[in-house]
T-cell receptor, first 112, second 115 residues
Framework: DAKTTQPNSMESNEEEPVHLPCNHS???????IHWYRQLPSQGPEYVIH???SNVNNRMASLAIAEDRKSSTLILHRATLRDAAVYYC?????????????FGKGTRLHILP | DAGVTQSPTHLIKTRGQHVTLRCSPI?????VSWYQQVLGQGPQFIFQ???????GRGNFPDRFSARQFPNYSSELNVNALLLGDSALYLC??????????????FGPGTRLTVL
């Protein structure tokens, strides 16, 4: 099964950039890399996704390694509202099953 | 526009009972996925349905079943409840197959407690 590896927790100061890493060494050629975050007492929220090229949106940037075995979610200027658990997700498609596997997530703490 | 809605928000059951959880996707979305999230862990994939057909199944026992209706809403059923089934059950909807770049939108979840 495709799996991701993320640090359990990270800490950052408010208004500074944050780089959240994810390793996915078993990724297949057609797997998309998705990032979601989950604020306390809420369902996960989409952040960004990509396939091969780096991606930017209003929330974050996604940097994907050339070999696609790792990626980094970049929050350009963290705020207290960005404190959440961040999940790196791969689509795992084998034998007709469309399995979707979450990583364990990184709990991001933002210090004021 | 209304997001993904789930009912009920909270539920308490006893061991051995049966439970039905409901999910209404965002209007126009055809795919619904179900996840179980035990406290302190990430969501675990249970099922995905697309156009009323099962498209994916996670490693859950046969006590767990689901279906999708013609209006694309969905039910998750769990029989013979165990204490370990206590969790937050999340529903997510997406426009098409649910992945390959498609974004999933999650509901707030149903908190199930099994006593």
């Amino acid at each position: 099964d495709a799996k991701t590896t993320q640090p359990n927790s990270m800490e950052s100061n408010e208004e500074e950039p944050v780089h959240l890493p994810c390793n996915h060494s078993t990724i297949s050629g057609t797997d998309y890399i998705h990032w979601y975050r989950q604020l306390p007492s809420q369902g996960p929220e989409y952040v960004i996704h990509g396939l091969t090229s780096n991606v930017n949106n209003r929330m974050a940037s996604l940097a994907i390694a050339e070999d696609r075995k790792s990626s980094t979610l970049i929050l350009h200027r963290a705020t207290l509202r960005d404190a959440a658990v961040y999940y790196c997700i791969l689509r795992d498609f084998r034998e007709g099953d469309d399995k979707i596997i979450f990583g364990k997530g990184t709990r991001l703490h933002i210090l004021p | 526009d209304a997001g993904v809605t789930q009912s009920p928000t909270h539920l308490i059951k006893t061991r051995g009972q049966h439970v039905t959880l409901r999910c209404s996707p965002i209007s126009g979305h055809k795919s619904v996925s179900w996840y179980q999230q035990v406290l302190g862990q990430g969501p675990q994939f249970i099922f995905q349905y697309y156009e009323k057909e099962e498209r994916g199944r996670g490693n859950f026992p046969d006590r767990f079943s689901a279906r999708q209706f013609p209006n694309y809403s969905s039910e998750l059923n769990v029989n013979a409840l165990l204490l370990g089934d206590s969790a937050l059950y999340l529903c997510a909807s997406s426009l098409e197959s649910g992945f390959l770049g498609d974004t999933q939108y999650f509901g707030p979840g149903t908190r199930l407690t099994v006593l």
